[in-house]
């Protein structure tokens, strides 16, 4: 008796103590949260991209058109820019600053759908605020929910269908999982990974009609909305889709060295996964059982991250937004499974200390100093003092205003590794690419004529980063006249001002 009051002193100490630390993380990152949303600078180099997509949308442009200009490249989904767009005339507030609050909302609801499901398995609030900080930090740590692009909007509408589908009993609920999955698609389009998992599950789960007939529903959601776009925007799929062709890239080697990093940074997880599996194997766990389907998400999730793994430009990034969410979910079902009162109080605090804080003693610094926001002023001061003709050729400064040319929104740049490949194939689909491409080529050359005859005031550009326009034409017709260090959340870009030559 005496044993086993002293245990269960001893997690109500752990969990107390614990549940502290949590506020504390809570905290922390809701202060950096208010930080990024404070201050009128983009997070990311790309962010731009959202916001201009936005803008031409509710202009009455056509952003997705083979021969209407001015020519337009956008990696992700429309869906995105579309409701930023919207809220931003319901609110009355800028796209920068709409698209900052939609993406803290979309975060804190994705991380409040995990701790729902980890409530609904283990009917354990401790175990739900573990999940829930898991993965507020997993996603601040990784630059990607601070970031204003469509992943934040794409993983909850993930976690959506997958929280509709563990429950699904009648059709309402395919065609809710159905709708989701085709929404991620124009959000972001690698979150369709779910529709494997999902399938398989319901194959297993609630027998091979019911998967098949949420196969069929997905196919005639996806047909609807494929005729509904390609009505409205004739160069959507072929842009879009096009463009994530070079988007991953790189050696396989850098795609197991960041596999290796996060199963250095989550082998608590892996190893609580584990034991789940054993149990499953062991047929302590009931093979239909509804949490099997995180199993299965995490599973083929690992998979696509193999070739995704590749891209040097999103670092851990995939693997926080497909591998991540599933893992914690079935590893902290699983942690509250253990028999062992040690192994589980040892297990809790190895969570709060690697998975939550990562061995990271959290200050509250604010993110930008009084440095950097004054080499923000300085470059807004150099852009507004200039009466003349302005290019500005970096997407961190698009947020000025001015009616200056804004000749890259961040994703523009796709345009240099998309005009001189061949795709054969796309050309017999598209017979208009070619037009496509030639308003991208007179664009740019027209940019380039007035670059030659010195018709700009001032160049703005990111060193080293403007593929669109050639350096040694800049360099005969302009001089560098200063250089400035600007921040954007955690990166920092070093930002050209350039003036006319005397010859």
Same mark, same amino acid.
């Given at each position: ?22 506020? +504390? ?32 949308? +509710? ?58 499901? *980890? ?37 909850? @509408?993930?976690? !959506?269908? @997958? ?11 395919? !065609? ?26 319901? %194959? ?90 995180? @199993? ?15 891209? %040097? ?18 590893? !902290? ?28 003693? @959290? ?90 005859? =010195?018709?700009?005031? !001032? ?5 080293? +980063? ?24 955690? =990166? *920092? ?11």
């Amino acid at each position: 008796m005496k044993k086993l009051i002293n245990s269960t002193n001893s997690e109500f100490y752990t969990k107390l103590i614990c549940s502290l630390l949590m506020a +504390y993380f809570f905290a922390y990152w809701l202060y950096q949260a208010i930080e990024l949303f404070r201050y009128p600078i983009p997070t990311e180099y790309r962010d731009w991209g959202v916001i201009d997509l936005s803008n031409k949308i +509710y202009g009455n442009k056509s952003p997705y058109s083979f021969t209407e200009g001015p020519p337009f490249m956008f990696v992700y989904g429309a869906l995105f820019s579309i409701l930023m767009g919207a809220f931003s005339v319901f609110l009355g507030v800028t796209g920068l600053t709409t698209t900052k609050i939609f993406v803290i909302a979309c975060v804190l609801g994705s991380a409040s759908i995990i701790a729902y499901e *980890i409530f609904h398995m283990t009917r354990s609030r401790f175990y739900a605020g573990l999940g829930f900080c898991c993965m507020l930090w997993a996603n601040f740590n990784s630059g990607v929910f601070f970031i204003l692009r469509p992943d934040a909007l794409g993983l909850l @509408l993930c976690l !959506l269908s @997958l929280v509709v589908i563990r429950r699904a009993t009648t059709p309402i609920h395919l !065609l809710a999982c159905s709708l989701f999955i085709v929404l991620t698609f124009y959000t972001k389009q690698y979150f369709i990974f779910v529709a494997a998992p999902i399938t398989f599950y319901l %194959a297993i789960s609630r027998g091979y009609l019911f998967a098949l007939a949420f196969i069929l529903t997905l196919l005639l959601f996806f047909s609807l909305s494929f005729f509904l776009v390609f009505n409205l925007w004739p160069a959507y799929f072929y842009q879009s889709i096009l463009a994530q062709f070079n988007s991953v890239g790189g050696p396989w080697s850098y795609s197991a060295f960041q596999g290796l990093k996060f199963a250095f940074t989550y082998w608590p997880f892996l190893a609580f996964t584990t034991y789940y599996v054993v149990d499953l194997i062991k047929k302590r766990v009931p093979i239909s059982a509804s949490e099997n389907l995180y @199993l299965y998400v995490f599973l083929i999730s690992m998979l696509c991250l193999v070739p995704m793994g590749r891209n %040097a430009g999103a670092f851990l990034s995939y693997h926080y937004q497909l591998a991540l969410p599933a893992l914690t979910v079935i590893a !902290l079902h699983s942690l509250k499974r253990f028999e062992s009162h040690v192994i589980r109080m040892v297990s809790i605090w190895v969570v709060v200390s690697l998975c939550i804080f990562h061995g990271e003693f @959290l200050k509250f610094n604010s993110i930008y100093s009084a440095e950097a926001l004054r080499q923000w002023e300085m470059a807004e001061s150099i852009v507004e003092k200039e009466h003349g003709n302005i290019l500005v050729a970096t997407p961190i400064l698009s947020q000025f205003k001015g009616d200056f040319t804004r000749l890259d929104n961040g994703h523009s740049e796709c345009y240099t590794a998309l005009v001189s490949r061949p795709y054969p194939i796309l050309d017999w689909i598209y017979p208009r690419r070619a037009d496509y491409f030639t308003e991208y080529k007179h664009f740019y050359s027209e940019i380039v004529d007035k670059i030659e005859a =010195q018709q700009y005031q !001032l160049i703005v550009v990111t060193s080293g +980063y403007h593929p669109m326009i050639a350096q040694s034409v800049l360099e005969k017709n302009y001089q560098m006249v200063r250089q400035i260090e600007l921040q954007t959340g955690v =990166q *920092i870009w070093k930002t050209e001002f350039w003036t006319i030559k005397n010859l």
